[in-house]
T-cell receptor, first 112, second 112 residues
Framework: QKEVEQDPGPLSVPEGAIVSLNCTYS??????FMWYRQYSRKGPELLMYTYSSGNKEDGRFTAQVDKSSKYISLFIRDSQPSDSATYLCAIPPSGSARQLTFGSGTQLTVLP | EPEVTQTPSHQVTQMGQEVILRCVPI?????FYWYRQILGQKVEFLVS????????KSEIFDDQFSVERPDGSNFTLKIRSTKLEDSAMYFCASKGDTGELFFGEGSRLTVL
């Protein structure tokens, strides 16, 4: 079983839509959960991270962790064309962030 | 804003040739990483480096790969004898006290 699995894309939505991006993970010991955004031909950049369960909000972005079902989500409200990118969930298996295991990424296109 | 810089942005090489990819991490960071992303696939961990030695490496990082921090600023990835399947984007990353991984924009390697 893969450590991190991510909903396949691509996902295309109209501007202003609410976007839901999801990942599942296998190891219940994982504590930190991260979302990276990667624009085309660029390196990943950290968008948000959460520790343990619950929600974390940052502007139009909300990261949610459900440890009971080993499910993590990223919600984007009022999506904009500039949000068009690939979104990667990432988990540091050791808990120390010495290395990250990335999901396969979901490519999002927000249409104007 | 401090950033991780990588050179070259694109390198084309013949199979069997040696390649060195260079990175300048953020100056006060102590942890350094190389990741790679084959076109259309996920970002994969290659190696992490701390205190002048490799701290972790993946199964991808075989004897053909090596890393070095030759001076106080550069962090290099060498591929001794390139293969066609080494064609990918190679991302350098560094991490400081906050635990956030900062990625460079990547070096695209094309092996012919």
């Amino acid at each position: 079983q893969k450590e991190v699995e991510q909903d396949p894309g691509p996902l295309s939505v109209p501007e202003g839509a609410i976007v839901s991006l999801n990942c599942t993970y296998s190891n219940s010991a994982f504590q930190y959960f991260m979302w990276y955004r990667q624009y085309s031909r660029k390196g990943p950049e950290l968008l948000m991270y959460t520790y343990s369960s619950g929600n974390k909000e940052d502007g139009r972005f909300t990261a949610q962790v459900d440890k009971s079902s080993k499910y993590i989500s990223l919600f984007i409200r009022d999506s904009q064309p500039s949000d068009s990118a690939t979104y990667l969930c990432a988990i540091p298996p050791s808990g120390s962030a010495r290395q990250l295991t990335f999901g396969s990424g979901t490519q999002l296109t927000v249409l104007p | 804003e401090p950033e991780v810089t990588q050179t070259p942005s694109h390198q084309v090489t013949q199979m069997g040739q040696e390649v060195i990819l260079r990175c300048v991490p953020i100056s006060n960071h102590l942890y350094f990483y190389w990741y790679r992303q084959i076109l259309g696939q996920k970002v994969e961990f290659l190696v992490s480096f701390y205190n002048n030695e490799i701290s972790e490496k993946s199964e991808i990082f075989d004897d053909q790969f090596s890393v070095e921090r030759p001076d106080g600023s550069n962090f290099t990835l060498k591929i001794r004898s390139t293969k066609l399947e080494d064609s990918a984007m190679y991302f350098c990353a560094s991490k400081g006290d906050t635990g956030e991984l900062f990625f460079g924009e990547g070096s695209r390697l094309t092996v012919l």
